[in-house]
T-cell receptor, first 114, second 112 residues
Framework: EADIYQTPRYLVIGTGKKITLECSQT?????MYWYQQDPGMELHLIHY???????EKGDLSSESTVSRIRTEHFPLTLESARPSHTSQYLC?????????????FGQGTRLTVV | SQQGEEDPQALSIQEGENATMNCSYK?????LQWYRQNSGRGLVHLIL?????REKHSGRLRVTLDTSKKSSSLLITASRAADTASYFC????????????FGKGMKLTVNP
């Protein structure tokens, strides 16, 4: 069982609200990722981090922002939610420095903006 | 654009049959991984094959990698209803970028 947790699992929120999706892992992994998964299943990398104070944008442009103040914590924030942000958000972590490492995923947050 | 592309997009088979999924990618890689996702959940790692390997087995799973064609295949033998899930290939995209990029995924349905 992976020690990576996402909260909340489900969130329904009104347009214009600020929200933070939480992701925490207890494996001491340096690399962490946020993916957005559309209904057609495709995963889009929106943010990643190599370690504390490191954040990079992924391949899909996103209005969200992330921070990495602690190794175990990689929250994603939307300053003003819109219906177009409705999606499944998946967080993952991976051990740094190994080309044989696997990624561990949280259970995901399903966000609905109404 | 996504690094990996699974083919076919959806597959429906009977229990006991074999299921083969293909993945193509675009750039050089360090390794290629396959993941499984049950409906609405996070992804779970299945198997990893290094760029200098051609074939790897794990239980009922068999993965092949052809770096000259930039393609991989995942074979699930003697499928079970519990294998019903979505399957994704992922590559590390090489070049030292450390990004982990997934394909579009393939939905497998195993009918009892």
């Amino acid at each position: 069982e992976a020690d990576i947790y996402q909260t909340p699992r489900y969130l329904v929120i009104g347009t214009g609200k600020k929200i933070t999706l939480e992701c925490s892992q207890t494996m001491g992994h340096d690399k962490m990722y946020w993916y957005q998964q559309d209904p057609g299943m495709e995963l889009h990398l929106i943010h990643y981090s190599y370690g504390v104070n490191s954040t990079e944008k992924g391949d899909l442009s996103s209005e969200s922002t992330v921070s990495r103040i602690r190794t175990e914590h990689f929250p994603l924030t939307l300053e003003s939610a819109r219906p177009s942000h409705t999606s499944q958000y998946l967080c993952a972590s991976m051990k740094w420095g190994s080309k044989l490492a696997e990624a561990f995923f949280g259970q995901g947050t399903r966000l609905t903006v109404v | 654009s996504q690094q990996g592309e699974e083919d076919p997009q959806a597959l429906s088979i009977q229990e006991g049959e074999n299921a083969t999924m293909n993945c193509s990618y675009k750039t050089s890689i360090n390794n290629l991984q396959w993941y499984r996702q049950n409906s609405g959940r996070g992804l779970v790692h299945l198997i990893l094959i290094r760029s200098n390997e051609r074939e790897k087995h794990s239980g009922r799973l068999r993965v092949t990698l052809d770096t000259s064609k930039k393609s991989s295949s995942l074979l699930i033998t003697a499928s079970r209803a519990a294998d019903t899930a979505s399957y994704f290939c992922a590559t590390d995209s090489g070049g030292g970028s450390e990004k982990l990029v997934f394909g579009k995924g393939m939905k497998l349905t195993v009918n009892p």
